[in-house]
């Protein structure tokens, strides 16, 4: 497998620190508010990641935070005069609807800011003692930049060379502008802890560092997020654990691409903000799953109602598919002595192209290829009546297979067990059998009300 590593711009090899063992860290949210549709890109995205690397039988660690103390969920809390803490578990438990309405695999731990401050104590402590970082008049500790001779290996910056306003807190006191704060002092109004330093809260780049640190050991695999991420968090996390563990802090740096929103940057200000919970009321989760891998994660997507519609029809084609297997298998009689050799042969070379698609920097895009490539051989070999009970039963194999990878289909309906469904059927069936035409048609627009449409075909009334 080869992914594309942001570190060195180029596709490598991926080769894990331990045989069989994955450690992941994918940087999680500020939860002060519900998710917002550019947060479920790297979501989906890097649950894909997971979720094929685990196909391929790798035992996965697979770590993402909670970032619960922050101005912005200090600011929340004094609106709505309550607690800090009161706001970031309301929005923790907001964002797990959301991930489970997306099909999101539960991480293996979601570490918190406020649960780790020892373990960014001792980090904080320990670069002082390296001298990488100095104490500041207020009892604001601040890492020394300059000091670290690699900063910008990942963002391709020189320090020069670097835009003045990019996210950088313009603070007085500091020994140097481009130094990022590690240990904030604490203010009025504000939650604090204990400290070397005298009471205060930790900054955010430390955070992940110390969570990485104490949940997943020095190194780890693969450490991902949203390209707005490259610069600066993600350059500050590797300045100070470089500088703090002598050790490197991951072999592979992953990052996903931006969404446009009508082709225009997501802004407040521009009034093209929309949270998850927004758009799944009006189209469900699943288009907005499809959306996000639809294209090569590295891509920027575009995101509008016409192509969450366009999502929604492409997962339509592929439950009416699925559906299609199913009720073949339930009703053909496999009297026919047809050599489905080739076929299968046909159907195993889609797999394998999917499985080659997601080995090439998770081309996710490529492998949905693959599945409507499986989609329409098949359909017109069930046209062509030339398929097997075999060929049918190796075909829903490895179509759930692949989906289940990309963590599509999820919403697939069990058998009807609602009485007042299949009495209908049963009236509309012995309405048809005495040729009382009219009564089955009233039957079935009933059916159709309740979102029950049936088909009428040589094997059967089919039920979707």
């Known amino acids: ?21 994955i450690k992941i860290y994918a940087c999680g949210p500020t939860v002060y508010n519900f998710i917002h549709i550019g947060n479920a890109r790297p979501l ?23 970032t619960d103390i922050d101005d912005k969920i200090i600011n929340r809390a004094n609106q709505e005069n309550i607690s800090f803490l009161e ?12 991930s489970d309405g997306l099909n999101v695999k539960k991480s293996s731990c979601n570490p918190k800011a406020t649960e780790s401050i020892k373990e960014i104590i001792d980090m904080i402590s320990e670069l002082i003692k390296r001298d990488f970082a100095y104490i500041g008049k207020s009892n604001d500790v601040y890492f020394r930049t300059k000091k670290f001779r690699n900063y910008g290996k990942l963002s391709k910056q020189n ?51 110390a969570m990485i640190r104490k949940h997943l050991n020095y190194t780890i695999d693969i450490h991902c997020g949203g390209q707005d991420l490259i610069f600066p968090h993600h350059e500050n996390e590797i300045a100070q654990s470089q500088c703090c563990n002598d050790k490197k802090l991951a072999n592979y740096w992953l990052h996903n691409g931006y969404i446009n929103i009508e082709n225009k940057k997501m802004s407040k200000s521009l009034n093209n903000f929309f949270t998850v919970r927004e ?6 989760y699943e ?22 519609n366009q999502c929604k029809n492409s997962l339509g084609k592929l439950y009416n598919f699925r559906e299609n297997l199913d009720f073949y298998l339930e009703n053909f009689e496999d009297d026919l002595d047809l050599d489905m ?29 693959a599945i409507f490539e499986i989609v329409k051989y098949v359909n017109n070999n069930l046209e062509n009546k030339n398929f097997s009970k075999k060929f049918l039963e190796n075909t829903i194999s490895i179509f759930d297979e692949l989906t289940e990878i990309l963590g599509i289909l999820y919403n697939k309906k069990n058998k009807l067990n609602n009485s007042k469904i299949e009495d209908l059927i049963k009236q509309r069936e012995k309405a048809r059998k005495n040729k009382d035409w009219a009564t089955a048609d009233k039957i079935r627009a009933k059916l159709k009300s309740l979102d029950v449409k049936l088909e009428d075909t040589e094997f059967g009334v089919r039920i979707k």
């Open 159 to 209: 320090l020069g060379d670097l835009n003045l306003g990019t996210r950088i807190e313009i603070v007085s006191e500091k020994n140097d502008y481009w130094d990022f704060v590690l240990w904030k002092s604490s203010k009025l109004n504000e939650p604090k802890f204990e400290s070397p330093w005298g009471l205060g809260r930790p900054g955010w780049h430390i955070e992940c560092s």
């Open 287 to 308: 288009p907005i799953r499809y959306l996000m891998i639809s294209s090569h994660y590295r891509t920027p997507i575009n995101f509008s109602e016409e192509i969450i």
């Open 341 to 369: 050799s080739l076929g299968l042969e046909k159907i195993s070379s889609f797999k394998n192209k999917f499985i080659k698609s997601m080995e090439d920097d998770l081309n996710t895009s490529e492998a949905l290829a």
């Open 87 to 98: 706001v970031s578990e309301k929005y923790i438990e907001e964002f797990k609807k959301d």
């Open 44 to 66: 989906c995205v890097f649950d894909v990641l997971r979720r094929f690397l685990e196909y391929l039988n790798y035992e996965v660690k697979f770590v993402q935070n909670f």
């Open 1 to 21: 497998m080869y992914l594309y590593n942001t570190l060195s711009q180029k596709k490598e090899k991926f080769v894990p620190i331990e045989n069989n063992k």
């Open 279 to 284: 758009i799944s009321k009006k189209f469900g």
